[in-house]
């Protein structure tokens, strides 16, 4: 009879392990290269939140920000070997899994955020967060950070001002031709290793938005900034195929909510960021922001829009047609 008791108490103990370890949530990890205090930094924190609040019990998200975790190109491969479940990557740094999202670096394209908006929800532009699904990557939203700045050592009001310097661009191969066009020296080269280059003057100059020159504290180090407004920089928020699927339905279905709010609280954040940001560099005196005049920005203009043509084939004429008609 003993025998029998402690038998069926050492089945209830194991039962009991065996509804412990189930209890304890699975962790996601996110992870980005950005501050906490831009638009990708604070839609990664609402999604942790809004996680612990609706599903706590079952999934529990930790941030990495900062390149803390994976930097730029390691965070997909990451990605894929499911070592992170969520990245929010620039939409320059795709061209490795497809050549259409390029589309978003053609110089001068979209003439304001909001035309890049109008695109992003376009068939066309949602048509493209499928782009990357053949390479196992799930593509579950746009999300904003703003237009693009050009910073430097030097003033640049016209294109032979960039002559011959060296910029540091984000993996894309429509960046590299849009500075060859203007004679500069394009050096691809990760989001983490900006700010060094920068101070130590290994690179005269680089490209990137508000919040990023902010955050980043590039506009300590880079006395010129051109309010150029030459292009933008958004993320792709991405999931791997593998890990998207194999979720129950109905945690999917929690997750994709929490997911779609938090991107709607990053870009509706992300104006106020590039306005606060912009102001907060231009009162430190650190850097002084050039104004371009309509004559000196239409010249940028005749000389990097031939890139467009250069890269027509890989993306597809119908993509870039479509997002020049979202200006309208
Ligand atoms: C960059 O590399 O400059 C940006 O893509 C960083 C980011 O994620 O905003």
């Given at each position: 009879m003993n025998k029998l008791k402690t038998m069926l108490s050492a089945v209830a103990l194991c039962a009991g392990m065996t509804a412990f370890a189930h209890?304890?949530?699975e962790t996601i990890k996110f992870s980005h290269v950005v501050a906490e205090n831009t638009p990708k930094g604070q839609m990664a924190l609402k999604f942790r939140d809004l996680v612990a609040e609706r599903i706590g019990d079952k999934y529990v998200v930790e941030v990495y920000p900062n390149s803390q975790l994976f930097g730029d190109g390691k965070e997909m491969?990451?990605?894929l070997l499911g070592d992170i479940q969520f990245i929010a990557p620039s939409l320059s740094k795709f061209s490795k899994y497809t050549k259409k999202l390029q589309v978003y670096d053609l110089p001068f394209l979209f003439k304001d955020m909001e035309a890049v908006d109008r695109f992003q929800q376009s068939e066309a532009g949602q048509a493209l967060l499928e782009s990357v699904k053949s390479k196992g990557l799930v593509g579950l939203g746009y999300l904003h950070n703003g237009l693009k700045q050009l910073s430097a050592n030097d003033p640049l009001r016209v294109p032979s001002d960039a002559d011959g310097k060296k910029f540091r661009i984000m993996s894309s191969d429509v960046l590299a031709a849009?500075?060859?066009a203007?004679?500069?020296v394009p050096l691809k080269k990760p989001f983490s290793e900006v700010f060094t280059l920068l101070q130590t003057r290994a690179i005269d100059g680089q490209e990137n938005t508000w919040?990023?020159?902010?955050?980043?504290?590039f506009f300590e180090v880079q006395p010129y900034i051109t309010e150029s407004n030459h292009g933008v920089?958004?993320?792709m928020v991405t999931t791997s195929t593998?890990?998207?699927m194999t979720l129950p339905d109905a945690d999917r279905e929690v997750l994709q909510k929490a997911l779609a709010e938090s991107v709607a609280h990053g870009n509706a954040i992300a104006n106020d960021k590039v306005m606060k940001d912009r102001k907060s560099i231009m009162e430190s005196g650190r850097s002084e922001i050039i104004t371009l005049s309509d004559a000196e920005r239409q010249q940028w203009v005749e000389v990097m829009k031939p890139v467009w043509s250069q890269f027509q084939n890989e993306i597809g004429a119908e993509i870039i047609e479509a997002a020049v008609a979202s200006n309208q």
């Open positions: 209890a304890a949530p491969e990451a990605l849009q500075f060859e203007v004679d500069a919040s990023n020159i902010y955050s980043k504290k920089l958004d993320y593998e890990f998207w």
